[in-house]
């Protein structure tokens, strides 16, 4: 891992430092910036959306879980169409919280409070469900607060945070393929995973959020490496929350606490932060849900501003 002559919370006080003390010179701290143009923000009063996916057709959905809905937008931040409602029934809503896309531009979205993984056309329209309920011991009901989809739409993994493990679903033949993780601080365990994301390899990356990191298992469900940890230099996270790998297999994390996106390489090795066109850090309230389209459009949905934050990668 990168280590840095200042920590990250220092950057990230530094400005009011400055300001706060009249004359203050602060010695200058080059920042390893990933750069990214400022698109448009998507505001529609959301409350506290988590999540969110862009389909090949460009269409933008956003997870606005608390009020038991998916909204879409076009990428001229124009808003279509919503669908889902509060309820249990057949395309109604128990607080969502992570929401996937395949290559058809299916929804799938971890339907938390109704133990499921619900799927929609591009459209909106209900087609399927399966639960996440397991055979497996459990601590609790299921629990899936995300589901990403591989390359083929053959497997979908979800995560099941309550129970602390990866639940697989085959989609071909419609039934669970096993889960994978258990509690604990060791490698291959978890506490409170939340969302995750797969890499063009088929490799999965899972925010682990109160052990403070990012793991990484290979197509098979095995553990190969884990990125980050807990503290506050770059390179480390305070509460990480959402992860989206690029097509150059970047891998970018929200810290929801320091405000910040950093950006590692598979191997877990420390790159840079995501900063503007200027050279400077780009700060949110608090980060969450993160996906990346073909076009490397970055999006952020910032949980607590009510907003989805679209930048394209520049480099």
């Not at 994390?253 to 400077?280: M, P």
Request: with cysteine; net charge neutral.
């Amino acid at each position: 891992m990168m280590t840095c002559k200042h920590s990250l919370f220092f950057l990230l006080l530094l400005p009011f430092f400055l300001v706060t003390l009249p004359g203050a010179r602060a010695q200058e701290t080059p920042l390893p910036i990933c750069t990214a143009k400022h698109l448009f923000i998507i505001t529609s009063d959301f409350q506290n959306p988590s999540d969110v996916v862009a389909g090949r057709s460009g269409r933008i959905y956003v997870l606005d879980g608390v009020n038991n809905r998916v909204k879409v937008f076009n990428q001229k931040n124009t808003f279509l169409f919503s669908f889902g409602e509060s309820g249990t029934g057949k395309g109604q809503l128990n607080f969502p919280l992570g929401i996937g896309i395949d290559a058809s531009d299916r929804i799938y979205v971890a339907d938390s409070g109704n133990h499921r993984v619900q799927i929609f056309t591009p459209a909106g329209e209900y087609r399927s469900q399966f639960s996440t309920e397991t055979t497996q011991q459990q601590i609790k009901p299921s629990d899936p607060t995300d589901v990403v989809v591989d390359r083929t739409s053959s497997n979908c993994f979800v995560v099941d945070n309550d129970n602390h493990w990866i639940f697989k679903y085959d989609l071909s033949l419609r039934k669970p393929s096993g889960v994978y993780g258990t509690m604990g601080m060791e490698k291959a365990e978890f506490r409170f995973p939340f969302l995750l994301d797969l890499d063009q390899e088929g490799n999965l990356y899972v925010v682990d959020v109160i052990n403070t990191r990012v793991q990484v298992f290979n197509p098979e469900g095995k553990y190969t490496t884990t990125i980050g940890g807990w503290g506050v230099e770059m390179g480390e996270f305070y509460r990480p929350k959402g992860v989206a790998v690029d097509a150059k297999n970047r891998v970018f994390v929200s810290d929801s606490y320091l405000g910040v996106i950093q950006v590692f390489d598979r191997d877990g090795t420390f790159r840079s932060i995501l900063g503007d066109e200027k050279g400077s850090l780009v700060k949110f309230e608090a980060p969450t849900g993160l996906f990346i389209d073909k076009k490397m459009r970055l999006y952020v949905v910032d949980m607590l501003a009510n907003r989805v934050v679209v930048m394209q990668l520049q480099d």
